[in-house]
């Protein structure tokens, strides 16, 4: 019995977060056993990984190898330790960004070589490939919108400016255009409109039988 294996992806603030926990919530209501991750991270190695990652307070200055193969460790231990063994298990497995995020961060906008992000992204990967990708898109004014509006400090990555966010917006228009494993959304769409067409979307492709 194998299980299904979902990601979210999107420029920040575009509501991921938020849509993978109401997704989790509709499922677990209707007796599924979920599981709900995150990237970088999901692992007690990997939240050290991403603390080393995202910490925009201490300065440190990243090589881009040095931070695309942090990301990808933390993705090694991700698979082997959580995701792959929760799939196998039969369980719906939902993750807050993945392989996808190293293609258009690491890739498009921070300009790492395509086949060089596609080799180590293989090598975290293992074959474990998602099933669906939900990606709720949003426009870059909208996402410093709302960033704007959260409380706190942004992180190392956040710190980029606008240029930077409007490359990763094309870098997932750009994955998402003819790829069927992806699933666009209107993101600025309220939050209930985006959950019943995601969650449409996700019974269409899983639930059909
Ligand atoms: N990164 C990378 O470079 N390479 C990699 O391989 C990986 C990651 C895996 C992780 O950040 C950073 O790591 C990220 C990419 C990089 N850096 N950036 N930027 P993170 O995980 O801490 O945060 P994030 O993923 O960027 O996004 P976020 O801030 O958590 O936002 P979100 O999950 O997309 O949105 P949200 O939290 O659901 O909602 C944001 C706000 O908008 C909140 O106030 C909501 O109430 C509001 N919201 C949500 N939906 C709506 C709608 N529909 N209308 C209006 N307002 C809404």
Known sequence: MSGI??????I??????????MLANWLRASGKDVIVTREPGGTE???????????????????????????????????DEKIS??????????????????????GVARAV???TVQFLNEFALCGCIPDMTIFPNISV???????????????RIEQEDESFFEKIRNGYLGLAKGN???FMVDGTDNEE?????????????FFKN
């Open 45 to 79: 190695l990997g939240e050290k990984i991403r603390n080393l990652l995202l910490d925009g307070n201490k300065g440190d200055v990243f090589s881009i190898r040095t931070e695309i193969l942090l990301f990808e460790a933390s993705r090694a231990q991700h698979v």
């Open 85 to 106: 063994p929760a799939i196998k298990s039969g369980k719906i497995v939902l993750c807050d960004r993945f392989s996808d995020s190293t293609v258009v961060y690491q």
């Open 5 to 10: 294996f979902v990601t979210f992806e999107g």
């Open 193 to 205: 409109i985006i959950h019943g067409k995601i969650r449409n979307e996700f019974a269409e492709r």
């Open 12 to 21: 920040e603030g575009c509501g991921k977060s938020t849509q993978l926990n």
């Open 113 to 115: 070589d395509p086949h």
């Open 180 to 182: 069927a494993r992806f």
């Open 141 to 155: 004014a909208e996402s410093f919108r709302r960033i704007a509006l959260e409380d706190g400090s942004r992180d």
